[in-house]
């Protein structure tokens, strides 16, 4: 065996091989006696995805392929989702900013146009509103931030209930 200085010897672990290995999970949010969390996936090129445990151990994946859960409000990001009682989630979906709800047994289906980033979402009780934070990109220059409505049922940009108006 070889002595050398610390940090100078060759390690056949390389970083990229913990980072791979490292699923991380937030923005853990219960509903009904039902966890839901995301998870980053480094293995996946970060891509994030709302997951669920039903109770019986079994882990649901709810985000289908080609949909990453995240947004840039603030460029910092914040909570990008939210489930509704009937198995609806609803996210931000990272490439384009735009909010997909996405019902059992279905493709996700965009509720919101271009232009604007949404976070930090709560859904009302019968599940036709999410209220939220709204960045506005559609006037160039600096974003417009307001507190908003949005429809469940889409084609809203949202409804301003605070904050600069459209």
């Not at 839901?36 to 445990?53: D, M």
């Not at 990272?94 to 976070?119: E, H, K, M, N, W």
């Amino acid at each position: 065996m070889q002595v050398r200085p610390y940090g100078t010897w060759s390690s056949p672990i390389a970083p990229a091989d913990l980072a791979r290995a490292s699923v991380t999970l937030g923005y853990v949010r219960a509903l009904d006696g039902v966890a839901y969390w995301i998870e980053s996936r480094p293995a996946e090129k970060g891509r994030s995805v709302i997951v669920t445990s039903r109770g019986d151990g079994r882990i649901t994946e709810l985000t289908p392929n080609g949909f990453n859960v995240r947004t840039r409000v603030h460029e910092y990001g914040g909570l990008p989702y939210a489930v509704g009682r009937d198995g609806t989630s609803y996210f931000s979906n990272f490439s384009d900013q735009r909010i997909y709800a996405c019902r059992p047994g279905t493709p996700p289906v965009a509720l919101t146009p271009d232009g604007y980033r949404y976070a930090d979402f709560e859904l009302n009780r019968a599940g036709t509103v999410l209220f939220c934070v709204r960045e506005d990109h559609t006037a160039g220059g600096e974003p417009k931030n307001a507190i908003v409505a949005v429809p469940t049922s889409g084609g809203s940009a949202g409804t301003v209930l605070f904050g600069e108006s459209d």
